[in-house]
């Protein structure tokens, strides 16, 4: 817990040199977010219309898609090759795949002056804040929303090619300088085959009837693919300098997911000040990707072994470790619902549980889950007595209280495992992480965690 990361303190400070050296309206930042931010989180499920086990279905299809979506983006060449200097016909390659969006939480803020609502994806997978922009748009996917036109509000205004935001943004700053505007283009893809093009530039966001911050720098996108779960666009809650958390400059924040199976109540978010835990929570460092700046969005975590009941699990420690270039690993992330493990993890994970479940195992191929339980005759699938979980981090055991573990389909009469199988990386997902109250210490660099009920926070 005490070991210095010198790396990213390195790069801390040259965030908070560059913080210093942006245009004047970041200084109106910090001030108020001194009081700390609160936002509520709504389940994309809970806006729809699904149930039961279609729910489950589509959590692990997303899950699955996301987790290859994350890889692809950890895993992607340096040199972007999507980039569309066409002018109007778009990314030239296989990206013409469309797939939604497939991160999990929404968040209802408002951009512009007179302020304009948006509701966008949360994304702790990367960084860039954006929403579909009428600058016009050429091509916009549907909203139910309003567009937003820079045209009208207030306080728009563009970003230059040589600020400094404009700089981090990850393709190279020859493509976006010498286009025939002055303005900072941009293109930003996500893994999953979305993708979104326009220009930087900055505006007021109102999150709460209290809290408007002036100048956030965003992308005002005027050729989207993909799309969205009833969103407008994306809020980045990455490591990187263009995220929201960097932006704003707070030195944390947290969130705590109400259960899976709970879709009314919203799950709260805290920023700034008002993220604090209890002296009891544990804590875990994050670590950085060795391969580099653009591989570090990502909360990595440092994961040494599970145990199930009593039994520490046989898996190999460097499955969970990140190679000197940057692959595998395992990361936090409140886009991906069921937790993914590295193949060689699943598989052991799964046979121990399967051991020690006393109950006939059933098909989850309906749910997209691959180890499932019949309930007991005549009684409830949670009586399909799955044994205590503990993930064992650097420097902090989370034990898994068995709702996080276990998904039902109480129609069916079947218990599943809620975790599903990855190649490449893991990822730490949503289900697992309900009920826990989260604080992502951006300034220590550490992950710390406490049991909580979400809904009374
Ligand atoms: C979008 O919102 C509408 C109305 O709020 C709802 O009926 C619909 O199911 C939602 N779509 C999705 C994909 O969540
Ligand atoms: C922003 O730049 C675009 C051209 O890229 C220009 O049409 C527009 O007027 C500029 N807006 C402001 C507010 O400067
Ligand atoms: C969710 O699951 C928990 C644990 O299995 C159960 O106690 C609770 O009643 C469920 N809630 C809903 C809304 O189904």
Same mark, same amino acid.
């Given at each position: 817990?005490?070991?210095?990361?010198?790396?990213?303190?390195?790069?801390?400070?040259?965030?908070?040199?560059?913080?210093?050296?942006?245009?004047?309206?970041?200084? /109106?930042?910090?001030?108020?977010?001194?009081?700390?931010?609160?936002?509520?989180?709504?389940?994309?499920?809970?806006?729809?219309?699904?149930?039961?086990?279609?729910?489950?279905?589509?959590?692990?299809?997303? =899950?699955?898609?996301?987790?290859?979506?994350?890889?692809?983006?950890?895993?992607?060449?340096?040199?972007?090759?999507?980039?569309?200097?066409?002018?109007?016909?778009?990314?030239?390659?296989?990206?013409?795949?469309?797939?939604?969006?497939?991160?999990?939480?929404?968040?209802?803020?408002?951009?512009?002056?007179?302020?304009?609502?948006?509701?966008?994806?949360?994304?702790?997978?990367?960084?860039?804040?954006?929403?579909?922009?009428?600058?016009?748009?050429?091509?916009?996917?549907?909203?139910?929303?309003?567009?937003?036109?820079?045209?009208?509000?207030?306080?728009?205004?563009?970003?230059?090619?040589?600020?400094?935001?404009? *700089?981090?943004?990850?393709?190279?700053?020859?493509?976006?300088?010498?286009?025939? !505007?002055?303005?900072?283009?941009?293109?930003?893809?996500?893994?999953?085959?979305?993708?979104?093009?326009?220009?930087?530039?900055?505006?007021?966001?109102?999150?709460?009837?209290?809290?408007?911050?002036?100048?956030?720098?965003?992308?005002?996108?005027?050729?989207?693919? +993909?799309?969205?779960?009833?969103?407008?666009?994306?809020?980045?809650? +990455?490591?990187?300098?263009?995220?929201?958390?960097?932006?704003?400059?707070?030195?944390?924040?947290?969130?705590?997911?109400?259960?899976?199976?709970?879709?009314?109540?919203?799950?709260?978010?805290?920023? +700034?000040?008002?993220?604090?835990?209890?002296?009891?929570?544990?804590?875990?460092?994050?670590?950085?990707?060795?391969?580099?700046?653009?591989?570090?969005?990502?909360?990595?975590?440092?994961?040494?072994?599970?145990?199930?009941?009593?039994?520490?699990?046989?898996?190999?420690?460097?499955?969970?470790?990140?190679?000197?270039?940057?692959?595998?690993?395992?990361?936090?992330?409140?886009?991906?619902?069921?937790?993914?493990? *590295?193949?060689?993890?699943?598989?052991?994970?799964?046979?121990?549980?399967? /051991?020690?479940? /006393?109950?006939?195992?059933?098909?989850?191929?309906?749910?997209?889950?691959?180890?499932?339980?019949?309930?007991?005759?005549?009684?409830?699938?949670?009586?399909?007595?799955?044994?205590?979980?503990?993930?064992?981090?650097?420097?902090?055991?989370?034990?898994?209280?068995?709702? =996080?573990?276990?998904? !039902?389909?109480?129609?069916?009469?079947?218990?599943?495992?809620?975790?599903?199988?990855?190649?490449?990386?893991?990822?730490?997902?949503?289900?697992?992480?309900?009920?826990?109250?989260?604080?992502?210490?951006? !300034?220590?660099?550490?992950?710390?965690?406490?049991?909580?009920?979400?809904?009374?926070?």
């Amino acid at each position: 817990m005490t070991r210095p990361i010198v790396p990213s303190l390195m790069a801390s400070k040259r965030w908070l040199l560059l913080c210093l050296l942006l245009p004047l309206p970041f200084f /109106a930042v910090p001030s108020i977010t001194g009081r700390g931010i609160r936002l509520e989180l709504t389940h994309v499920d809970a806006r729809g219309s699904l149930a039961g086990a279609d729910r489950v279905r589509r959590a692990a299809e997303r =899950s699955h898609r996301r987790v290859n979506g994350l890889l692809a983006a950890a895993t992607a060449p340096s040199a972007p090759t999507l980039r569309s200097d066409d002018g109007g016909g778009g990314p030239v390659t296989a990206a013409a795949a469309v797939h939604a969006s497939t991160a999990t939480y929404l968040v209802d803020l408002a951009i512009g002056t007179p302020p304009l609502a948006l509701t966008a994806v949360l994304d702790t997978g990367s960084d860039l804040i954006w929403t579909q922009c009428d600058a016009p748009c050429r091509r916009c996917f549907p909203q139910p929303a309003p567009l937003y036109a820079p045209a009208r509000s207030a306080t728009y205004a563009n970003l230059s090619c040589g600020s400094k935001l404009c *700089e981090a943004l990850p393709s190279p700053r020859s493509s976006r300088c010498s286009a025939p !505007e002055p303005g900072c283009a941009y293109y930003y893809s996500y893994g999953d085959g979305s993708s979104t093009d326009g220009v930087l530039a900055t505006d007021a966001f109102t999150f709460s009837a209290a809290a408007t911050v002036h100048g956030l720098a965003f992308g005002c996108g005027t050729d989207n693919l +993909g799309g969205t779960d009833n969103s407008s666009g994306l809020v980045g809650m +990455g490591r990187g300098p263009l995220s929201l958390v960097s932006q704003l400059g707070v030195t944390r924040f947290s969130y705590c997911f109400t259960p899976f199976n709970d879709t009314t109540t919203s799950s709260p978010l805290f920023l +700034g000040s008002s993220a604090r835990l209890s002296p009891a929570a544990k804590s875990t460092p994050f670590l950085l990707n060795p391969a580099g700046p653009r591989r570090s969005s990502y909360y990595y975590l440092s994961l040494e072994g599970i145990t199930i009941g009593d039994t520490l699990l046989p898996i190999d420690p460097a499955v969970f470790q990140l190679t000197a270039s940057g692959r595998g690993g395992i990361i936090i992330d409140s886009g991906t619902t069921f937790t993914a493990l *590295e193949e060689r993890a699943f598989v052991v994970l799964a046979r121990a549980v399967a /051991a020690r479940v /006393a109950r006939p195992l059933a098909s989850g191929a309906h749910l997209g889950l691959s180890l499932c339980f019949a309930a007991p005759e005549g009684r409830a699938p949670d009586a399909v007595g799955v044994p205590r979980l503990v993930l064992h981090f650097d420097g902090a055991d989370m034990e898994l209280p068995r709702a =996080s573990v276990v998904v !039902e389909d109480k129609v069916a009469g079947v218990a599943c495992l809620g975790v599903v199988s990855a190649r490449g990386m893991s990822v730490l997902g949503s289900m697992q992480q309900q009920n826990m109250h989260f604080l992502y210490d951006i !300034e220590r660099d550490l992950l710390s965690f406490e049991p909580a009920k979400c809904s009374d926070l």
